[in-house]
């Protein structure tokens, strides 16, 4: 097949339609939108608009507050750690991913206190809570913030 020889599916290429041009063009007068009415005139179909009634939007309570720059951790728990690692290994954002403990790291990996800890981890993340840095140093591990 040559690029000369491409031609459009039977059906694709539609003949233009003239609106209002005419009773005789199938579209004359009216031109589709009927008689009368807020949707026959030009420049009225405000989005949102309900005839007068209050809008959706305007009736629905306006609550709560959705911080966009906050951080937002991907977690994991020590006992996770004890379960997938030998002692000594280092733990880190791409090591975590490697073992398939974490799919994203999104703005960063935080280690959570739940489970036990019986192993000397190096652990280096972003953030931890308090409990997890404890049982982390308690096992004689290291546990640096990146």
């Given at each position: 097949?040559?690029?000369?020889e491409?031609?459009?599916v039977k059906?694709?290429n539609?003949p233009?339609t003239r609106k ?13 939108y009927g ?6 005139r ?12 209050m809008?959706?939007q305007?009736?629905l309570?306006k ?18 750690l004890d379960a ?6 280092t ?10 403990i974490?799919k994203?790291t999104?703005d ?16 280096k ?10 049982k982390i140093?308690?096992?004689g ?6």
């Amino acid at each position: 097949m040559k690029l000369h020889e491409l031609h459009a599916v039977k059906g694709a290429n539609k003949p233009v339609t003239r609106k209002g041009r005419g009773a005789g063009s199938g579209n004359g007068k009216t031109a589709g939108y009927g008689s009368k009415g807020q949707k026959a005139r030009s420049g009225v179909k405000k989005a949102g608009f309900e005839g007068g009634q209050m809008p959706l939007q305007r009736r629905l309570p306006k609550v709560g507050f959705n911080n966009i720059f906050a951080t937002e951790y991907a977690t994991v728990n020590v006992g996770v750690l004890d379960a997938k690692y030998n002692a000594g290994e280092t733990v880190d954002a791409e090591s975590l991913k490697a073992k398939g403990i974490l799919k994203k790291t999104l703005d960063g990996v935080k280690i959570l206190g739940n489970g036990e800890l019986t192993k000397a981890l190096n652990v280096k993340v972003a953030a931890y809570s308090a409990s997890a840095k404890e049982k982390i140093e308690k096992a004689g591990g290291k546990a640096e913030v990146m």
